[in-house]
T-cell receptor, first 114, second 114 residues
Framework: KAGVTQTPRYLIKTRGQQVTLSCSPISGHRSVSWYQQTPGQGLQFLFEYFSETQRNKGNFPGRFSGRQFSNSRSEMNVSTLELGDSALYLC?????????????FGPGTRLTVT | DAKTTQPTSMDCAEGRAANLPCNHSTISGNEYVYWYRQIHSQGPQYIIHGLKNNETNEMASLIITEDRKSSTLILPHATLRDTAVYYCIVRVKTGGTSYGKLTFGQGTILTVHP
């Protein structure tokens, strides 16, 4: 079974721009979560989507948003980029059914804001 | 989610067992112990989880003390490829504010030496 895929793998943007990252979950997984990883703050939860609905949200400003499509693929968007948004953005998918709630992570998108 | 405490770093000789401890003295009755690891520049990888019984899979064994206040992840025959940051996470399986959310601490840097 194919793993979680994320595109693009690397991205360079300038301050003030906006960016959209994409995540394709493992087939059959309906839940997609997004995380930000920086050297200073470590891995932090952004939000989770299940059946096209945001079920949970971390403590990030409104510039960070996401959505999920009917095929469970998900996108996250960051508007008005700041230097501090430079990070590895990871998505994870989960079966979210009885006995199976573990998350499987993709390789991440490395975003650099200049 | 209950807070966890892990040693900052550990060393292990290749071929020997690696025993990674985790303290979670405030764990609640419905919270599970999950272990993930992150090899440099990759997304975290799910290893194993358990509630109160010891668990084993093809990757590792998880030993949870009877009072559930601590646990140990055991890699029975460590290889160089097991060098990674290991995260112990305590959480309910799903529901409410835990939907899709993993709270990562600093983890233990395990270095396997030849």
């Amino acid at each position: 079974k194919a793993g979680v895929t994320q595109t693009p793998r690397y991205l360079i943007k300038t301050r003030g721009q906006q960016v959209t990252l994409s995540c394709s979950p493992i087939s059959g997984h309906r839940s997609v979560s997004w995380y930000q990883q920086t050297p200073g703050q470590g891995l932090q939860f952004l939000f989770e989507y299940f059946s096209e609905t945001q079920r949970n949200k971390g403590n990030f400003p409104g510039r960070f948003s996401g959505r999920q499509f009917s095929n469970s693929r998900s996108e996250m968007n960051v508007s008005t980029l700041e230097l501090g948004d430079s990070a590895l953005y990871l998505c994870a998918s989960s079966p979210q059914r009885a006995g199976s709630y573990e998350q499987y992570f993709g390789p991440g998108t490395r975003l650099t804001v200049t | 989610d209950a807070k966890t405490t892990q040693p900052t770093s550990m060393d292990c000789a290749e071929g020997r067992a690696a025993n990674l401890p985790c303290n979670h003295s405030t764990i609640s009755g419905n919270e599970y112990v999950y272990w993930y690891r992150q090899i440099h520049s990759q997304g975290p990888q799910y290893i194993i989880h358990g509630l109160k019984n010891n668990e084993t899979n093809e990757m590792a064994s998880l030993i949870i003390t009877e009072d559930r206040k601590s646990s140990t992840l055991i890699l029975p025959h460590a290889t160089l490829r097991d060098t990674a940051v290991y995260y112990c996470i305590v959480r309910v399986k799903t529901g409410g504010t835990s939907y899709g959310k993993l709270t990562f601490g600093q983890g233990t840097i395990l270095t396997v030496h030849p």
